[in-house]
């Protein structure tokens, strides 16, 4: 099977645990494959309407950090509370929200999630315990711990998956968050996203400690770095720090180290690193790459992923017809929903 | 010449306190540090610590004695040599202040229930019945702080996801004893005492509403508030709206608001303007202590965002509360706490204090005016003020806050939009000066409205 090339110093990789993470069953091959797939391919037709105007404002696509929330997902249970920043398509279709109401969002569309009124960065469910889409960059830290306090209140089993990006995590509020969810042992994982920019700022400009696994350290909360860019690190590390949260013991942090192929938002100048930089990471350490290589090389046909790539192609298809056609709000919806 | 040992005031506002314990007597020797005497009152007890040497001369306020002023002597203390005769030297103690007057001296109780308010706090006066209270009701005599308590203590009674959090709510009672007893009472899961960390703290709130909790947050004061605005505004008014009403926020947010006393710039600034701005967020303002425990009631079941301000001020102010089992006062709704036919006079919270003071004085002079007491800035009850304004034609408003953006603006323009052809007079508005609190006593007398000003911009629009 065709391991990850090894990585350059700088590039994403596991630094605690060393050797290869746990194998997937071919189940949880494909699981991870389709679910990446959908998001990769998704944020690829989003892209291509915000070209063509049908999206408009902000739009921070994904493409690349896809082993991160897939790899967390297949780590929690039913109840788990997600909640994250702006760049959040991948995690509300990770989480089983309808691509149909993602895309209709991003084209402002009364069958949108938020029937139109939230957009790219602003969107719920209920229903799947998704929290939002935040524009406000570290917000979601303090909100998440938030929800984990209600799971504690409660006395529930649930934990809060709390993430936000290497930007987010020179916030102050996200060490006012640390503190009270260790000093009250709340169960959230914080799961930093660190795509080594923070929009144009590379990690080495903002951060006078790199390291985001040990930025806990001051408030006794444990972390780990792990390979964002493979599914299946994601997942026992998930895994493992969902356990430590179910047990009592507090926060956890994780710090995934991954890469996001697109720019910051729609107008990113791209002058803050080289293309070659960005062409070495696809080449290297694709996530979805990953997990087609050891399919094929545990004989799945090319054929069968084919299939599955169609499949997903159809989905995101069909949500792009769908959000090109449904119409806009009712004028009336301008006034609703501002109280209950 | 024997040194006289003065009541000391434990906060900026508190004017009068009980004498609950002397510790050292007569003719003991007493060297400096010592301390001679413990007084309270219903926020606080405070030991009063000897800062001169020498002998315990002459107690001149026996212990359980209620609503001392403050700078009342209340003993002398003899220095190497004097002796009892040199008393009649020490200045005659100065009259007990008219507090001490409706208050005489009362048997010694050495224990005074802290939540038991002295005698001689100021006593709300309100001259129209409040139409929410049917008649006959019982009433029970409370401060202001009682009756937030007890709001607060009756709603998470009811509800379990009700819970408090802050700093100081839990183990401290409450920086301003506004949550005194409610940890013993519900416990520590459900009287969180937090770090200081505004900022952090509103987020879990507004975090824990969002997955279906009921936090009530108190900000020591709103001034500390301004760490947290990110949230209040950004996460806790606009989610509903941007969830398309699926993610909704029963929060309360609640504190001190406005100016207290000496506390200068920082610690003194009224934010009814900077939140009665958003929408999304419900603000309301008390003035009685009836309206504090029905109003934070009805805010702490509303499933939306609330700012309940309060004022340092009014905390110890007493009034009648309703004795009823489930007394709402519903938000939204302007109150006429006083009738009259010439000028409409419209404030809340402590702003109330200048308006009604004013009203009494105008009154002397011929001049009835209405007195509105807003209780809820949004949403804002147009129809109470402009149905006054279209009978008596003139208005003004009184707030602390500062006058470029704030509610007076905004009310002025609603009566200029709805009643313009009814208005005699402009508009005028009376509020805190443009500049930032200063500490000063003088000065900071100077920024505050008065009722002098109300008096004389009402006059103003009567042409009188």
């Known amino acids: 099977m065709a391991a990850p090339k090894k990585a350059a110093a700088s590039t994403p990789q596991d630094k605690t645990d060393g050797g290869s993470p746990p194998e997937f069953t071919r189940e949880q091959e494909l699981k991870a494959f389709r679910d990446m797939l959908l998001i990769r391919r998704f944020e690829e037709k989003a892209g291509q309407l915000y070209g063509m105007g049908a999206i408009g404002g902000f739009c921070h696509l994904y493409i690349g950090q896809e082993a991160v929330v897939v790899g967390m997902q297949m780590a929690l249970k039913q109840g788990d509370q997600v909640i994250t920043g702006y760049r959040d398509h991948g995690h509300m279709l990770a989480t089983g929200m309808d691509a149909n109401g993602v895309m209709a969002e991003l084209t402002g569309r009364r069958g949108g999630y938020s029937k139109g009124k939230g957009g790219s960065m602003h969107m719920f469910s209920k229903e799947k315990h998704?929290?939002?889409?935040?524009?406000?960059?570290?917000?979601?830290?303090?909100?998440?711990?938030?929800?984990?306090?209600?799971?504690?209140?409660?006395?529930n089993d649930n934990i809060s998956v709390t993430y936000f990006g290497d930007g987010a995590a020179n916030q102050g509020q996200v060490y006012e968050s640390f503190n009270m969810a260790e000093l009250w042992k709340l169960p959230v994982i914080y799961v930093i996203e660190n795509n080594r920019y923070a929009m144009g700022t590379s990690v080495?400009?903002?951060?006078?400690?790199?390291?985001?696994?040990?930025?806990?350290?001051?408030?006794?909360?444990?972390?780990?770095?792990?390979?964002?860019?493979?599914?299946?690190?994601?997942?026992?590390?998930?895994?493992?720090?969902?356990?430590?949260?179910?047990?009592?013991?507090?926060?956890?942090?994780?710090?995934m180290q991954t890469y996001r192929y697109r720019g910051h938002s729609m107008s990113d100048p791209a002058k803050y690193r080289t293309r070659e930089e960005v062409e070495k990471v696809r080449h290297d350490q694709d996530p979805i790459e990953q997990v087609r290589n050891r399919l094929l090389a545990a004989k799945v046909s090319e054929q069968d992923l084919k299939a599955i790539d169609a499949e997903v192609r159809d989905v995101v298809n069909a949500a792009a017809d769908f959000a090109q056609h449904d119409p806009e709000p009712d004028a009336a919806e301008l006034w609703t929903d501002v109280y209950r | 010449m024997p040194i006289q040992v003065l009541m000391p005031a434990l906060s900026p506002t508190m004017e009068k306190g009980n004498l609950a314990k002397w510790l050292k007597k007569e003719?003991?020797?007493?060297?400096?540090?010592?301390?001679?005497?413990?007084?309270?009152?219903?926020?606080?007890?405070?030991?009063?610590?000897a800062t001169d040497e020498g002998t315990l001369g002459k107690i001149l306020i026996p212990e359980g004695t209620a609503d001392v002023a403050v700078n009342t002597p209340i003993a002398t203390i003899l220095a190497d040599g004097e002796s009892a005769?040199?008393?009649?030297?020490?200045?005659?103690?100065?009259?007990?202040?008219?507090?001490?007057?409706?208050?005489?001296?009362?048997?010694?109780?050495?224990?005074?229930?802290?939540?038991?308010?002295?005698t001689g706090v100021p006593q709300q006066a309100v001259a129209e019945p409040d139409p929410e209270?049917?008649?006959?009701?019982?009433?029970?005599?409370?401060?202001?702080?009682?009756?937030?308590?007890?709001?607060?203590?009756?709603?998470m009674r009811r509800d379990a996801d009700v819970f408090v959090m802050g700093e100081e709510v839990a183990e401290y009672q409450g920086a301003y004893k506004v949550t005194q007893g409610l940890l013993q009472e519900f416990g520590a899961k459900r009287v969180i005492d937090t770090p200081i960390t505004e900022h952090g703290f509103a987020g879990v709130g507004v975090g824990a509403a969002m997955a279906g909790l009921k936090p009530i947050?108190?900000?020591?004061?709103?001034?500390?508030?301004?760490?947290?605005?990110?949230?209040?505004?950004?996460?806790?008014?606009?989610?509903?709206?941007?969830?398309?009403?699926?993610?909704?926020?029963?929060?309360?947010?609640?504190?001190?608001?406005?100016?207290?006393?000496?506390?200068?710039?920082?610690?003194s600034q009224d934010y009814s303007a900077w939140y009665s701005h958003v929408p999304g967020l419900k603000v309301v303002a008390p003035y009685s202590a009836a309206d504090a425990k029905g109003l934070l009631k009805a805010a702490i079941r509303d499933p939306n965002p609330v700012i309940f301000l309060e004022n340092e001020v009014l905390y110890g102010h007493t009034g009648e509360v309703p004795k009823l089992d489930d007394f709402i006062i519903p938000i939204g709704k302007a109150r006429i706490v006083r009738s009259g036919s010439h000028v409409t006079i419209i404030s809340w919270s402590n702003g109330m204090t200048y308006a009604l003071k004013a009203a009494d004085e105008l009154a002397k002079d011929g001049i009835e005016a209405e007195v509105i007491d807003l209780r809820t800035l949004r949403p804002m009850d147009t129809e109470t003020i402009i149905n006054s304004?279209?009978?008596?034609?003139?208005?003004?408003?009184?707030?602390?806050?500062?006058?470029?953006?704030?509610?007076?603006?905004?009310?002025?323009?609603?009566?200029?939009?709805?009643?313009?052809?009814?208005?005699?007079?402009?508009?005028?508005?009376?509020?805190?000066?443009?500049?930032?609190?200063?500490?000063?006593?003088?000065?900071?007398?100077?920024?505050?409205?008065?009722?002098?000003?109300?008096?004389?911009?009402?006059?103003?629009?009567?042409?009188?």
């Open chain 2, 133 to 155: 209270v049917p008649a006959g009701t019982e009433m029970v005599t409370q401060t202001i702080r009682e009756a937030l308590r007890d709001a607060m203590a009756e709603e």
């Open chain 2, 217 to 267: 947050v108190e900000f020591m004061t709103f001034n500390f508030a301004m760490q947290a605005i990110d949230q209040i505004i950004n996460s806790a008014a606009k989610t509903l709206y941007m969830s398309g009403g699926q993610m909704g926020c029963s929060i309360v947010f609640r504190g001190p608001n406005g100016a207290a006393a000496r506390v200068a710039a920082q610690h």
């Open chain 1, 204 to 255: 080495s400009r903002a951060s006078a400690q790199q390291d985001f696994s040990k930025r806990g350290v001051s408030f006794n909360i444990p972390g780990k770095q792990i390979d964002g860019m493979d599914v299946r690190a994601v997942k026992a590390a998930g895994e493992e720090a969902a356990a430590w949260c179910r047990a009592g013991k507090g926060p956890f942090i994780l710090e």
């Open chain 2, 27 to 49: 003719g003991e020797t007493i060297k400096s540090g010592d301390v001679i005497a413990e007084i309270e009152t219903d926020k606080a007890t405070m030991e009063v610590e």
């Open chain 2, 85 to 118: 005769a040199d008393l009649a030297k020490a200045p005659a103690p100065a009259k007990q202040e008219k507090a001490a007057e409706s208050a005489p001296p009362a048997a010694a109780k050495p224990e005074m229930p802290q939540s038991k308010a002295p």
């Open chain 1, 130 to 155: 998704f929290y939002g889409g935040h524009g406000i960059v570290g917000a979601q830290v303090s909100l998440g711990t938030g929800l984990a306090f209600a799971n504690h209140y409660r006395g």
């Open chain 2, 389 to 464: 304004v279209k009978k008596t034609g003139r208005a003004v408003t009184v707030e602390e806050g500062w006058a470029q953006s704030g509610v007076g603006s905004e009310i002025a323009a609603r009566i200029m939009e709805n009643a313009f052809d009814y208005l005699d007079a402009p508009v005028t508005r009376v509020s805190g000066k443009d500049v930032p609190m200063p500490y000063a006593a003088n000065l900071e007398k100077l920024a505050l409205p008065s009722a002098a000003e109300v008096v004389e911009a009402a006059k103003a629009v009567c042409y009188r």
